[in-house]
């Protein structure tokens, strides 16, 4: 918990602040400040809890607490007249940055509705038949208990909206009522998974997506009759085409809102949309999408979309997906929600109205490292009129999805804002979440985010983690199993540090003469081909020993295992570390050009002739970005003659 320092904030903080600083000297984890303002920027009296304990902002909305041992920090932010917010943070960034950001807090008015959004969920593949070596997230014995687990750190977040909404793209039954579709990848969901939406807070989902019809006529019948037992609304498919078409409509006091979802390709044989005499999604055409919102127009409803198309693993949309969506606003969509590419995609305003391209995964169980990071979207509707959202970055935490603390979160809003920035939507950060306001006010610097830098002689090039876990310190935290490493060897755990227990480090324990071998457990998928790249870590050991690195490929079309067995290696170089050296891994190379899927980095160790005790830190795989810039020539001339 975080103990409170100073419970009273009077009229200004410095004189406060100033009283209790021999108190809080002697407390481990020093002083974490923030301010809670509203949208326009104005100081908000506010109460922040955390496990019990509360304090309350001075009069320029500031507040102080001190930091106590926890590994996680859960805080909420409540004002009277505002809707409450929480956010979470780790204690190991708060010591490394105590200062939060403005914490922004929404109004609450009649006629204001916020809804949430998350993307695409299931419960079903790896969360009951992992990969060997991984722990059964979901037993049928515990079926219920254990799939509620999975949404116990985002329940909070759905609950405070009035209204929330996932993707469900999956059918529902227990076990199959037939074949499934011809196709590569199907998976199915048990009916519990309809039980733990509820139990989470959500309210809707969409099938307006290319898995709902996973299991032909007879899965979806199934699917169908399961939701309407339960307490959820749903719209985006159907016994036939009409039936898909047909909106949810919602109703928020004065204003009706119609929700309505949409698959963006037929796919098939069979096709997975719905026609005149067969069931399925809706069909994302462009007419579908003008005549339904212009239909939704005519009956006095607010129409709401959500969009389920595009490429996976892209940063961008499609200019299909981006002439569709974007002429569902010129006809009248107040606001379209995409996803399916599994990664998110960024915000944009376009002429007033939100367009959200892409959210990522919400609860899912892909198992490479960019399908991982993901958004919540928190959107205030004033009737058809945005008036605030507010991105909850979310890392996908072996499976669980987790509110993202530290380098995740920073990775996550750093993407968020780079991309909603191209399309000239510029986002502010709010404490740890990124947001988006209408709000007449001067327009704020970009925010800062943490950048790999490198430098030489006389230029410096910037770059970006494309790991963002590997300073480890997440790794135990929200009762979550972390995939991410090839730690189940006993004797590779991830502990913490011998000073401080918030770091954690990868830590080897090997006999003279032995090599073990360590690093990424699976796949990058997502790299720029072609690009200079660096692994860098921290590495220090009790005896001598030998750290080489490489690159293993998994080439386009292999299999999964098969690569994990015998993907081409590249060796990227070694390094020698002495006893007890503090000894700093950093080779350079390019990704592959051509014929790779997807990468990963290996590390092996080698103990020379005696025991070693290895300990291995901050592990990066940097894609770099920019050149070597330098604004003197004459210095890079000189530099490269040499």
């Not at 209408?438 to 410096?460: H, L």
């Not at 999964?560 to 993907?567: C, K, Q, R």
Request: with cysteine.
């Amino acid at each position: 918990m975080l103990r409170l320092i100073c419970s009273v904030l009077t009229l200004s903080l410095t004189p406060v602040l100033a009283g209790c600083q021999s108190t809080l000297e002697t407390q481990a984890g020093g002083l974490l400040t923030g301010r809670v303002v509203d949208v326009d920027g104005a100081p908000v009296s506010a109460k922040i809890t955390l496990e019990g304990l509360e304090a309350k902002t001075d009069d320029q909305g500031r507040f102080a607490l001190s930091p106590s041992d926890d590994m996680v920090y859960r805080l909420e932010f409540e004002a009277d007249g505002y809707y409450p917010m929480r956010q979470t943070f780790s204690r190991a960034e708060l010591l490394n940055n105590p200062s939060l950001d403005d914490v922004i807090l929404v109004e609450q008015r009649a006629g204001r509705t916020l809804f949430a959004f998350g993307g695409d969920a299931m419960i079903g593949r790896r969360f009951y038949a992992p990969f060997d070596g991984e722990p059964v997230l979901v037993s049928k014995a515990t079926r219920l208990a254990d799939s509620k687990s999975l949404l116990a750190e985002m329940k909070p977040y759905l609950e405070r909206a009035d209204y929330a909404s996932i993707n469900l793209e999956t059918p529902i039954f227990e076990t199959p009522p037939g074949e499934p579709a011809p196709k590569f990848v199907t998976f199915y969901s048990a009916p519990e998974t309809l039980e733990v939406l509820e139990w989470a807070g959500v309210d809707y989902v969409a099938l307006g997506n290319n898995h709902i019809y996973d299991f032909l006529e007879p899965g979806l019948d199934v699917t169908m009759a399961q939701l309407e037992q339960s307490t959820l609304d749903y719209s985006g498919a159907g016994k036939d085409e009409a039936e898909a078409l047909e909106p949810f409509r919602l109703a928020r006091g004065e204003h009706s809102f119609d929700l309505l979802s949409y698959v963006g390709w037929p796919a098939g044989p069979p096709s997975q949309t719905a026609e005149t005499d067969k069931g399925g999604a809706a069909f994302g055409t462009e007419a579908n999408l003008i005549e339904t919102t212009r239909t939704s127009l005519d009956q006095v409803g607010i129409p709401i979309l959500q969009f389920h198309g595009g490429l996976e693993y892209v940063e961008e949309p499609t200019l299909d997906v981006e002439t569709k969506l974007k002429l569902a606003v010129d006809a009248g969509a107040a606001l379209v929600i995409g996803h399916h590419p599994h990664v998110d995609q960024g915000l944009e305003l376009y002429y007033g109205k939100l367009i959200a391209w892409s959210l990522g995964n919400f609860l899912f169980d892909q198992y490479f490292y960019s399908a991982q990071s993901a958004a919540m979207l928190y959107v205030w509707m004033d009737g058809d009129e945005l008036h605030h959202a507010e991105a909850v970055p979310i890392y996908i935490k072996g499976y669980h999805p987790t509110p993202a603390v530290g380098p995740m979160r920073n990775a996550i809003n750093r993407r968020l804002f780079d991309l909603s920035a191209k399309r000239d939507t510029h986002l502010q950060l709010s404490g740890g979440h990124m947001v988006l306001s209408t709000a007449k006010k001067t327009k704020r610097e970009r925010p800062q985010f943490e950048t790999a830098i490198d430098r030489n002689a006389c230029g410096v090039r910037t770059g970006h983690d494309l790991l963002a876990r590997g300073d480890f310190d997440a790794h135990t935290l929200f009762d979550a199993p972390d995939r991410s490493w090839l730690d189940m060897d006993e004797r590779i755990p991830i502990a913490p540090s011998e000073t401080e227990p918030t770091d954690l480090e990868m830590k080897l324990t090997l006999e003279a003469g032995e090599t073990l071998l360590t690093g990424m457990r699976k796949f990058q998928r997502v790299f720029t081909p072609g690009s200079p790249m660096t692994v860098r870590a921290k590495i220090n050991s009790t005896a001598e020993i030998k750290v080489e690195a490489f690159l293993q490929v998994r080439a386009t079309g292999q299999s999964l295992s098969d690569a994990l067995e015998n993907g081409r290696k590249i060796r990227l170089g070694s390094i020698s570390v002495g006893p007890h050296e503090n000894t700093q891994l950093d080779l350079d190379f390019a990704s592959p050009r051509t014929r790779a899927r997807s990468i990963r980095v290996l590390l092996g160790v080698s103990s020379a002739e005696t025991d070693a005790e290895t300990r291995i830190d901050e592990l990066e795989l940097i894609e770099w970005k920019t050149p070597f810039h330098t604004d003197d020539l004459e210095c890079s001339q000189t530099y490269l003659a040499r």
